[in-house]
């Protein structure tokens, strides 16, 4: 079975090797990039199953350079995980709302970025289903691994078509953050509550076009509930 392969866009030599030096033992294959362009260039020949991005970079910063990333229709599924040195609350939501799927705080620990790289990849796979899940107008293809709501196409990143996923086939119950976290994130103690909430920001943003976000309810005090009644 192959190994997945990853790219590490980050302009300091030191750390972009260590990465991947931490990336190798645990199994995966990978390869460098020292700013956007050349991240472009590694994409383009060889799509990487998941990609490790540093904020700060030269040019084009990591985090603009992960929003023409969700943008593109080629490159629109490929899971992020942000690699840098902001800590604060208010940039790791800055990083999701980006488009990132994850999100690390130098300095880390290998084990630490394994666990999150293994996490993130596993969140982010093809759902084994061949069911077709339709409320209302809303439909989702797991198969397919396509969003359409009244036949028109909807784009959405790899966490949050996972998410919709658990809402569309778990519906009029109330989870709270922690729960959504256990059964769409799975078991992963680096996860805060505070990024399912950036999550379904992004998801109900994206559903807000055809007024269908209001099916993604908050239950004050409780968590969210996915519903078509009122």
């Known amino acids: 079975m192959a190994s997945n392969y990853l790219l590490v866009v980050e302009d300091e030599t030191a750390i972009r090797d260590m990465v991947g030096f931490t990336l190798e033992r645990a199994g995966f294959a990978w390869a460098g990039a020292v700013d956007t362009a050349e991240a472009n260039a590694q994409i383009a020949s060889h799509p990487p199953d998941l990609i490790i991005l540093d904020w700060m970079l030269p040019g084009i910063s990591g985090i603009d350079f992960a929003k023409r990333i969700r943008r593109s229709e080629t ?7 942000m690699l840098t040195a902001r800590g604060e609350e208010e940039d790791r939501i800055n990083g999701l709302d980006a488009g ?11 084990k630490e970025l394994i666990a999150r790289v293994r996490a993130v990849l596993r969140r982010t796979s093809p759902i084994e289903s061949d069911k077709v899940h339709q409320i209302r107008g809303l ?3 797991a198969s397919s691994h ?15 078509f996972r998410l919709l996923h658990f809402f569309m086939t778990h519906p009029e119950r109330v989870y709270s953050r922690g729960q959504l ?16 909430d950036v999550h379904i920001r992004r998801l109900r943003k994206v559903l807000a076009d055809y007024r269908y976000d209001k099916l993604i309810q908050t239950v004050r005090g409780s968590g969210y509930r996915f519903s078509a009644q009122e």
């Open 75 to 81: 490159t629109k599924e490929i899971p992020i995980i």
């Open 100 to 110: 990132a799927d994850d999100y690390i705080s130098k300095p880390f620990s290998p």
């Open 139 to 141: 439909r989702l293809d």
């Open 146 to 160: 396509r969003i359409t709501i009244e036949g028109q196409s909807l784009d959405v990143g790899p966490t949050e």
């Open 181 to 196: 976290l256990d059964n769409v994130w799975g078991d992963n103690v680096y996860i805060e509550d505070r990024t399912v």
